[in-house]
């Protein structure tokens, strides 16, 4: 099978959501004096593995629920489209899921035994944000895995893995992370909201309503910068942190697009999300170390 049809499957436009956190983690462990690379190397492959597994257990496992028919309005998904077959994903998933374990073992040989702890949490996770017999996705859990493993266990596991200690500031961090990837989420799931309803699938946009669902959105995307503005203000974080502040203006308009657009248009409004989420990390992570 083709490339292309690979690069359907694994979205890479969407790993920065795995990857900025760790890279913001780094940068913590850095200023308090304690950063390795082998640790932050691992830490990287871990993320990005676990965020493939969850893109390739989404496309078959939608698929295989129903809730990915020709109606889709998100972007084209491997299975659904026939590009790849159910075979062909679950063999790409449990490749994907082995090789996130193998990094994880590594790294625990390097951090100790809470790495292999989160790290197996993750990869159950993954699977069952759509599968298993409660697919989290489908009763509203999907924004607490999110703030779980691409926000708190990111940063905070990432600074662990190379300091030893688990350090507030780093779950403070990873909660503004966190936050931009339910950002992330709530713009897909208010873009599928209708065809959720339909097929049963109970995300939290789909629980709270539309308006609602807006309105957590505009929370989600201003709660990074105030959380930044408190730790810097404590004291937890250096004054040059506030760089991350450069991309607010952002923030602001895509909140405003994103309550004047349904459907399929918010399709760039969800990449835009993800660039705004990396653009902030690596300011952030610019600014702790100026510090």
């Known amino acids: 099978m083709d490339t292309a049809s690979w690069l359907v499957a694994i979205r890479p436009k969407t790993l920065s959501v795995g990857a900025t956190p760790v890279l913001v983690g780094t940068a913590i462990a850095s200023w308090l004096g304690g950063m390795r690379p082998l640790a932050a190397g691992l830490a990287l492959v871990g993320a990005l593995l676990l965020q493939i597994a969850s893109n390739l257990a989404n496309d078959v496992y939608d698929f295989r629920k129903g809730a990915d028919t020709d109606e889709r309005l998100g972007p084209v998904r491997a299975t659904s489209s026939g590009l790849l077959s159910e075979a062909q994903m679950m063999r790409a998933l449990a490749l994907c899921l082995g090789a996130a374990f193998a990094s994880g073992l590594a790294l625990t040989a390097v951090a100790g035994w809470p790495i292999l702890a989160i790290g197996v949490a993750g990869m159950v996770s993954a699977v069952a944000y759509t599968g298993g017999p409660y697919p989290l996705g489908y009763h509203g859990l999907g924004d607490l895995f999110v703030l779980l493993f691409f926000g708190w266990a990111a940063v905070a596991g990432t600074t662990f893995a190379q300091t030893g200690t688990w350090e507030p500031l780093a779950f403070g961090v990873g909660t503004a992370l966190g936050c931009f990837g339910m950002a992330v989420l709530t713009v897909n799931n208010l873009r599928d909201f209708e065809g959720d309803r339909q097929v049963g699938k109970r995300t939290l946009v789909v629980r709270l309503g539309r308006e609602r669902g807006l309105q957590y959105h505009a929370m989600l995307m201003g709660a990074p910068y105030a959380i930044l503005a408190a730790l810097v203000a404590r004291g ?44 902030f990390g690596v300011l952030l992570s610019a600014g702790i170390l100026l510090g």
């Open 236 to 279: 937890d974080l250096p004054v040059p942190a506030l760089l991350a502040g450069l991309t607010l203006p952002g923030a602001w308009r895509l909140v405003t697009a994103v309550a004047t657009t349904t459907g399929r248009p918010l399709n760039p409004l969800l990449g835009a999300t993800a660039k705004l989420q990396a653009g």
